[in-house]
């Protein structure tokens, strides 16, 4: 896409108007780091377009404190005060869990993950936000927990204008195919190869 433009107009009978301001499913996947960073970066930018914002973590501990978080929070008090930006909401679907998987058994973890997307799915239905992140949701698609061709024909038919990014490794096929938009974060280099660990502000 150089500069910019499309490198193919299709016959759809949309404006160009229309066909650049169509609601989008994005994907996210790959092993490198940067999926949800990248996502977060979107909804920042849907904040600043007013847009009501929620996220949706699935994997990632209760307990692990994201820089996102706090910042996106504290973009979401600053539109309750003075009506910049957009409102926004950040969920951990269910506490304790964790890439370890340790805590809890595995079919508690499986209803978490269903009950989350039903609270998702109902919010779709309602068109409650513009902007959906859904971290680490292809985990719970990756190891059976959702079944994906629901997933996939609940995400395509949702009304209205809602954008809707996901991110985690292995993202399933007919994830990928529905989607408006796939990056693959592909690893060069990264500071572990070098046996360093997490740094503060860099992971989170």
Same mark, same amino acid.
């Given at each position: 896409?150089?500069?910019?433009?499309?490198?193919?107009?299709?016959?759809?009978?949309?404006?160009?108007?229309?066909?650049?301001?169509?609601?989008?499913? %994005?994907?996210?996947? *790959?092993?490198?780091? /940067?999926? =949800? $960073? &990248?996502? #977060?970066? %979107?909804?920042?930018? *849907?904040?600043?377009? /007013?847009? =009501? $914002? &929620?996220? #949706?973590?699935?994997?990632?501990?209760?307990?692990?404190?994201?820089?996102?978080?706090?910042?996106?929070?504290?973009?979401?008090?600053?539109?309750?005060?003075?009506?910049?930006?957009?409102?926004?909401?950040?969920?951990?679907?269910?506490?304790?869990?964790?890439?370890?998987?340790?805590?809890?058994?595995?079919?508690?973890?499986?209803?978490?993950?269903?009950?989350?997307?039903?609270?998702?799915?109902?919010?779709?239905?309602?068109?409650?936000?513009?902007?959906?992140?859904?971290?680490?949701?292809?985990?719970?698609?990756?190891?059976?927990?959702?079944?994906?061709?629901?997933?996939?024909?609940?995400?395509?038919?949702?009304?209205?204008?809602?954008?809707?990014?996901?991110?985690?490794?292995?993202?399933?096929?007919?994830?990928?195919?529905?989607?408006?938009?796939?990056?693959?974060?592909?690893?060069?280099?990264?500071?572990?190869?070098?046996?360093?660990?997490?740094?503060?502000?860099?992971?989170?």
């Amino acid at each position: 896409m150089p500069q910019g433009k499309p490198t193919a107009v299709p016959q759809d009978g949309l404006t160009t108007r229309q066909r650049r301001n169509r609601p989008l499913l %994005l994907v996210h996947t *790959g092993e490198m780091k /940067g999926k =949800s $960073t &990248a996502a #977060f970066g %979107l909804a920042l930018r *849907g904040w600043n377009q /007013g847009w =009501s $914002t &929620a996220v #949706f973590q699935f994997v990632k501990s209760a307990k692990w404190k994201v820089g996102e978080e706090n910042a996106l929070l504290a973009l979401g008090r600053l539109h309750e005060q003075t009506g910049e930006g957009g409102p926004v909401q950040w969920h951990k679907m269910g506490a304790g869990w964790s890439w370890s998987r340790k805590q809890g058994e595995e079919a508690d973890h499986a209803e978490a993950a269903r009950e989350g997307w039903a609270e998702i799915r109902r919010r779709l239905r309602a068109e409650e936000h513009d902007v959906y992140v859904l971290d680490e949701f292809t985990y719970p698609l990756k190891w059976g927990w959702l079944d994906v061709d629901e997933v996939v024909a609940e995400l395509r038919d949702r009304p209205g204008h809602q954008h809707v990014v996901i991110t985690g490794r292995d993202a399933p096929a007919a994830l990928v195919e529905a989607a408006d938009l796939v990056v693959e974060m592909t690893k060069v280099k990264h500071p572990m190869d070098t046996g360093a660990k997490g740094q503060r502000g860099i992971e989170w």
